[in-house]
């Protein structure tokens, strides 16, 4: 019975003391989880106001863009700790996903923001096609560089 006593506060600090390191490794992985979905809520809601505005033209979608982008960059601005797969690729490619997020909407802008006359000249009809075109690339590269992320978080 004496060799029992000095054992017994070691039976109870063991599982007391695995009980907390779980919790802190299972906080950190649900916080992760947390963040890479409140980013892809906010990129989802930007992707749906954008293609709302270059579809039906919108009047309020452009400022309601404008909101997302910036909830998107806040975003993105995510710290994942090393318990997610390719965290630091993950966070590199959610602050490229908002930065082209926001290239394409200044690119819209001014594009919407032309002057545009019943008769264009052939420099306007120019400008006109490269600020189209370059909308289009950052469109599509927006839209890649979220499938990476998806990828890479493992969603497909």
Known sequence: MKTAKPYKWLLILVPVVAAVVFLFFFRMYHDDIKALKGFMASYEYFDKVIDSYTAKG???ALGK???AV???QANASLRLSSLIKND?????QAREVADLSR?????LKA???MPR???PGPDEVAKEDKLGKEYGVLRGNRK???ARFRELAGIR
């Not at 630091?88 to 590199?92: G, N, P, R, T, V």
């Not at 290239?103 to 690119?107: C, M, N, P, T, V």
């Open 65 to 67: 863009a404008g909101e």
């Open 88 to 92: 630091a690729e993950l966070m590199d």
């Open 111 to 113: 594009y919407d923001a």
């Open 70 to 72: 910036i909830e998107l």
């Open 103 to 107: 290239r394409e909407l200044d690119s």
């Open 117 to 119: 006359s019943r008769n």
């Open 144 to 146: 890649a560089a979220y």
């Open 58 to 60: 919108w009047f309020d």
